[in-house]
């Protein structure tokens, strides 16, 4: 039987325990949403100012040229590519996931328009279904969903494009990258992987994939609506067709030509001016990964879901985990089953541990290895069991609001 003190002794010997000071989390709250909405580095604050009130503020439209405005989508970009395992020069940053997720996949397509299939599993991400649907349409392919162990049978002759979601949002079951991309690439077809519930949280190796994206405001803690990223293997830049063609993948955006040059490598993916201020804030919240190798977010992500599900066996006999039993087929959250999840939660959240659900009923609890504590594993699954022993959950509203 674990106790409170295993906890406590896996901190103090916690070689990133570290990181948690560079984050301005309040006192006393147990935060497990950091794969919907990442917390706040305290720094980032100080970094936005100085953009703001120094660089736009005096420098005006000069700060494009002399403090470092334009290239700023590529240096983030190059900053997030070593965290996903992609070679310099791939990455760019400025789109919503949605918007990377519709142009590489436009892209990948452009590439196969001889196969009529855009493959997927019946997991995946709504936003991420809803893009494949509107680039199917808008090329004559179709989308197929099947369920996620058998996307690698399904790849064949007649795939152009596999687009997955690597950890899965609701249940947190990851694919494994270099088994997909073998079989796509034994096939022909190409793949995208969204990287949105991974990138932050563990150790990826993107270097042989075609294609990916994800999120720049969970595990990256980038700040609500942050700019995603798009990368695409230097093999496929030079023959990239971008669907919404504007003028910051052009060549030489102020030479101001009438017609589209596009530009070489990963900055012809863009389309349109970035957010210097949205930008501004992931650059100064990935600071906090600097010099932090990504496998050991891995390791310690490893242990903290490993005890949370050990900790939910060995004392909260009300819940099914739905998470992946193995280690290698899961990622960095924790999804627990129960029929009144959404009141359940509210009783948690009321009482300082942060979760999120989803529909139909899962609880999830992301744990982020930047800077949850081990022993907030333990203090949260006492929470949980505190709410369930108390009946507290029954006198908890049902959530409001529209966003869960
Ligand atoms: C969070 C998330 C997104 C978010 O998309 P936005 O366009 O940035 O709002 C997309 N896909 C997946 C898999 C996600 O987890």
């Not at 058998?150 to 687009?163: C, F, L, N, T």
């Given at each position: 039987m674990l106790d409170?003190?295993?906890?406590?002794?896996?901190?103090?010997?916690?070689?990133?325990?570290?990181?948690?000071?560079?984050?301005?989390?309040?006192?006393?709250?147990?935060?497990?949403?950091?794969?919907?909405?990442?917390p706040l580095p305290s720094h980032v604050p100080a970094a936005v100012e100085r953009t703001v009130k120094e660089e736009w503020g005096r420098h005006l439209i000069r700060s494009w040229n002399e403090r470092g405005w334009w290239g700023l989508a590529e240096r983030v970009g190059e900053r997030i590519a070593r965290l996903i395992g992609a070679p310099t020069g791939s990455v760019v940053v400025g789109d919503t996931t949605t918007v990377a997720l519709y142009k590489?996949?436009?892209?990948?397509?452009?590439?196969?328009?001889?196969?009529?299939?855009?493959?997927?599993?019946?997991?995946?991400?709504?936003t991420d279904l809803y893009v494949l649907g509107s680039v199917a349409e808008k090329t004559g392919a179709r989308v197929e969903?099947?369920?996620?162990?058998?996307?690698?049978?399904?790849?064949?002759?007649?795939?152009?494009?596999?687009?997955?979601?690597?950890?899965?949002?609701?249940?947190?079951?990851?694919?494994?990258?270099p088994e997909v991309d073998a079989a796509a690439r034994d096939a022909g077809a190409l793949v995208?992987?969204?990287?949105?519930?991974?990138?932050?949280?563990?150790?990826?190796?993107?270097?042989?994939?075609?294609?990916?994206?994800?999120?720049?405001?969970?595990?990256?803690?980038?700040?609500?609506?942050?700019?995603?990223?798009l990368y695409v293997h230097p093999r496929h830049q030079s023959e990239f067709h971008n669907p919404i063609s504007g003028w910051w993948g052009h060549v030489e955006p102020f030479a101001m030509e009438p017609v589209y040059r596009p530009a070489s490598g990963a900055a012809r993916t863009q389309t349109g001016t970035q957010s210097i201020v949205a930008l501004a804030v992931l650059d100064a919240a990935l600071d906090v990964f600097e010099g932090v190798d990504p496998r050991a977010l891995r390791i310690k992500s490893e242990?903290?879901?490993?005890?949370?599900?050990?900790?939910?066996?060995?004392?909260?006999?009300w819940f099914e985990v739905v998470t992946p039993r193995q280690?290698?087929?899961?990622?960095?959250?924790?999804?627990?089953?129960?029929?009144?999840?959404?009141?359940?939660?509210?009783?948690?959240?009321?009482?300082?541990?942060?979760?999120?659900?989803?529909?139909?009923?899962?609880?999830?609890?992301?744990?982020?290895?930047?800077?949850?504590?081990?022993?907030?594993?333990?203090?949260?699954?006492?929470?949980?069991?505190?709410?369930?022993?108390?009946?507290?959950?029954?006198?908890?509203?049902?959530?409001?609001?529209?966003?869960?």
């Open positions: 409170r003190s295993y906890f406590e002794g896996l901190d103090s010997a916690d070689p990133l325990a570290h990181l948690r000071e560079a984050f301005a989390l309040p006192e006393g709250l147990i935060y497990m949403d950091g794969n919907s909405l990442g590489a996949v436009s892209a990948s397509r452009h590439l196969r328009p001889d196969r009529p299939v855009i493959l997927t599993d019946t997991g995946n991400f709504p969903a099947v369920p996620p162990e058998e996307v690698i049978d399904r790849i064949g002759p007649d795939v152009a494009v596999v687009s997955l979601t690597h950890v899965d949002y609701r249940t947190g079951r990851r694919h494994s990258i995208v992987w969204d990287l949105s519930h991974s990138v932050g949280a563990m150790d990826l190796d993107l270097s042989e994939s075609d294609f990916a994206v994800g999120c720049g405001y969970k595990y990256l803690n980038g700040g609500p609506g942050a700019p995603a990223f242990r903290l879901v490993a005890d949370f599900i050990r900790l939910v066996d060995e004392r909260l006999p280690a290698s087929h899961r990622g960095s959250h924790v999804s627990l089953a129960h029929p009144q999840a959404g009141r359940v939660m509210a009783a948690l959240i009321e009482r300082g541990v942060v979760g999120d659900v989803r529909p139909p009923d899962l609880l999830r609890f992301g744990l982020a290895p930047a800077y949850q504590r081990h022993v907030e594993v333990w203090d949260a699954v006492e929470a949980v069991r505190g709410v369930m022993e108390n009946d507290a959950w029954r006198h908890a509203p049902a959530r409001s609001g529209p966003v869960t």
